[in-house]
């Protein structure tokens, strides 16, 4: 069996050494083994592919308890740990899906304003007056995503 230090599953998986601290003490990760001699964590195969999965579901901005939840299930197994997956990942792929569209309401608010300002620049009165009705017709969908 391979033994890895912090550093190696650090630099495989993507998570710093802080974070795999953190995700073994909230019980996402481990038991980790530990060399008898010195204390370091040692880190089996098995550990590194825990590790990696908890990258992925980090990077996608998976919380802490929807990963403890992946995690079990993920042992658990079976065709209801699999439905459970499912529903998990569609559930975070939904509210994804809300994150990204309120983005792009900031996005064409951020356009239209610039707009303003670069039309006001220019002393250009005409595309001033543009810029400013598209500000008010993009402010209440800005206001309503803000709720």
């Keep these: 069996m391979t033994q890895m230090t912090i550093q190696d599953v650090a630099r495989q998986s993507g998570l710093p050494e802080p974070t795999l601290r953190y995700y073994e003490q909230v019980g996402l990760l481990g038991p980790i083994d530990r060399d008898p001699s010195s204390g370091y964590r040692r880190y089996g195969e098995a550990d590194l592919d825990s590790a990696q999965v908890l990258s992925c579901l980090r990077t996608m901005g998976v919380g802490i308890e929807e990963m403890r939840t992946y995690q079990a299930n993920r ?44 039309a006001r620049s220019l002393g250009d009165a005409a595309a001033e007056a543009v810029a400013m009705q598209r500000v008010l017709e993009v402010t209440p969908r800005l206001q309503a995503v803000a709720r």
């Design 75 to 118: 042992a658990a197994g079976g065709p209801d740990a699999a439905a459970a997956q499912r529903d998990l990942l569609q559930r975070h792929a939904r509210r994804v899906a809300e994150q990204i569209a309120a983005l792009r309401v900031h996005q064409d608010y951020l356009k239209v304003k610039s707009a303003l300002w670069d």
